[in-house]
């Protein structure tokens, strides 16, 4: 007997599957798993499903059933935006409703899939359905007829099904559990379980670099970090290779393919920042600016854990200033502010700097090269050589009023300044073929883009660096290029140890990316208004930062 064939419309929300988007499909039976057969949701990637974890099934239009496949886990819930640790798996078929999310896997790693809507499209065997559904668990149900017929289900309300959506069933019932279940540990002071890793010690403000292999974290957590890695790091990349004419980007974004090197120090880098006091104090100080950052990097279409990157170079201070005279918020180099001006016609000025002797004596200076000289100890007229090794090399600038002119230290316009300077490494096109566009931009900003284009050929650029490593490397591998060029124990190697990139910048991308990690937990914790961007992030990663002991505010400042 033929009817009319309804498909279902999904949309995954989490891991490699996240940038389809709503996908379309065929019904009137759609099975999720690692490898569900044709047709169905192929979860490869994700770990803790099964080949086949659930079934949905569609009976008309507006109306479908999901149910675990034998004791798999899946959780339902009527939006994306809850605990999923306060909601108990299915134990049989459950009513799905337009918006609805499912969880499938256990909490903290798995899938989390949105239910958008069953349309109608052609037609399909009436009896393929009762032969397809055998493996969900049945359980009785009182629904309407046509449902009733197709499979057995739960009954999940004392409600006249004559008068709802068939669909309504199961989304209220499960709002009411998942009420009853807050109210419930209200009751009893029960806390969420999190993992240990929160501020404990005094700490640093930044850690220059770690070793992985003394940083000892669990399998769970580990997994846990997966999803903002992938959406902060991988994402942007696979999205930027494909603008590019990359047509599979799967390499990039599986977990097992992906570039394991750099997600396991930005693992340890991540765990580091999370036991600090200090750190959180940083982070709250300069929520402002952090903000103003964030949303100039979004208006001009760069990623946004770029935004962490102030804080690496100068902790948001625009006074800061190191020994090679790079200053304020972005810590640029005079000659590369006075290129952006030139080159790029920014208004982004730096002017009559005065410079002062040890032996008290000054002199005049504007930079006027569009490179700063290499090497840079040697030649550069702003810094006092002190060749002989006995004293550390020392800006001759003064921090305070060294310049008479310095937009460095103008967030807004250096913020413009280093968008034009990092979308040069964003936009080339064999950097962003390689499918590591996000990292490579990131420690371009530290090792430079390419100064060849100003006679000034430095091997370390990225850009060089990448074309003679990725030489003999197939392109699938590309986007390990900066995983695999972390070679030096630190950054203050005076070798390259075997990479492609200085010791600095080897260090220097993940703890950008470790920053970022858990800045969106904190800011969307405690300054939901200012950060609105991160309210649901808690949530939509499968409870990420709901993993972790992120202090509130109040916390912070008695710290």
Not at 128 to 142: I, L, P, T, Y
Not at 222 to 236: D, I, K, M, S
Request: aromatic share 10%.
């Amino acid at each position: 007997m033929s009817q009319e064939r309804f498909d279902v419309v999904l949309k995954v929300l989490n891991g490699p599957l996240a940038s389809m988007g709503e996908q379309t499909y065929k019904g009137p039976l759609v099975r999720l798993g690692a490898n569900p057969g044709p047709g169905g949701l192929a979860l490869t990637g994700y770990r803790g499903i099964d080949a086949r974890q659930a079934v949905i099934t569609a009976y008309g239009e507006g109306e479908a059933t999901i149910g675990p496949v034998g004791t798999n886990q899946i959780r339902l819930a009527p939006h994306p935006h809850v605990n999923w640790k306060e909601i108990d798996p299915l134990t049989g078929p459950e009513y799905l409703n337009q918006g609805c999310a499912v969880h499938l896997g256990p909490v903290g790693r798995g899938a989390t899939v949105q239910f958008i809507r069953v349309e109608k499209l052609g037609v399909w065997t009436a009896g393929r359905v009762g032969s397809a559904a055998d493996s969900v668990k049945a359980v009785e149900v009182s629904a309407p007829v046509a449902a009733k017929k197709a499979a057995p289900q739960r009954s999940v309300a004392r409600i006249a099904a004559a008068t709802l959506p068939i669909w309504f069933f199961g989304c209220f019932g499960l709002t009411v559990v998942t009420v009853g279940a807050a109210a419930l540990i209200g009751v009893y002071l029960r806390e969420p379980e999190v993992a240990r890793l929160g501020p404990i010690v005094e700490g640093e403000e930044y850690y220059e670099h770690v070793d992985p292999a003394n940083t000892k974290m669990d399998e769970e957590t580990l997994e846990g970090l997966q999803e903002p890695f992938r959406r902060l790091a991988v994402a942007p990349s696979a999205e930027r290779a494909k603008q590019a004419g990359v047509l599979d980007v799967k390499h990039i974004t599986d977990p097992s393919t992906w570039d394991e090197r750099f997600f396991s120090y930005t693992s340890a880098q991540f765990e580091q920042y999370m036991k600090s006091k200090r750190f959180f104090r940083r982070l709250d100080v300069v929520r402002k600016p952090y903000a103003q950052v964030l949303g100039q990097l979004r208006e001009a279409g760069l990623p946004e854990v770029i935004a962490a990157l102030p804080y690496t170079e100068s902790r948001y201070d625009p006074e800061a200033q190191s020994w090679a005279c790079a200053k304020g918020y972005w810590q640029f180099m005079p000659e590369v502010a006075f290129r952006i001006e030139k080159v790029n016609g920014q208004d982004f000025r730096i002017r009559d700097c005065q410079l002062r002797r040890p032996d008290g004596s000054t002199f005049n200076w504007t930079p006027s090269t569009y490179s700063p000289p290499a090497p840079l100890r040697q030649k550069a007229p702003y810094i006092d050589k002190n060749l002989t090794g006995i004293e550390p090399e020392v800006c001759l600038i003064p921090k305070q009023g060294g310049c008479r002119i310095d937009d460095r230290r103008d967030l807004e316009r250096s913020t413009k300044a280093a968008i034009f300077a990092l979308g040069e490494a964003w936009q080339n096109e064999t950097i962003a073929r390689s499918g590591g566009a996000t990292i490579m931009t990131i420690v371009s900003h530290n090792g430079g883009y390419d100064d060849s284009r100003f006679g000034k050929r430095k091997s370390f650029n990225v850009l060089p660096a990448f074309e003679a490593w990725s030489k003999r490397r197939p392109e699938s591998e590309h986007h390990l290029f900066y995983g695999e060029n972390i070679r030096c124990a630190d950054g203050r190697s005076t070798k390259f140890c075997g990479s492609r990139l200085a010791p600095e910048s080897q260090h220097y991308g993940y703890t950008v990316v470790a920053q970022h990690m858990v800045a969106v937990c904190y800011y969307g914790k405690n300054y939901r208004d200012t950060f609105a961007e991160f309210r649901s992030w808690d949530s939509l990663v499968n409870g990420y930062c709901d993993n972790f002991a992120i202090p509130t505010a109040k916390a912070v400042g008695g710290f």
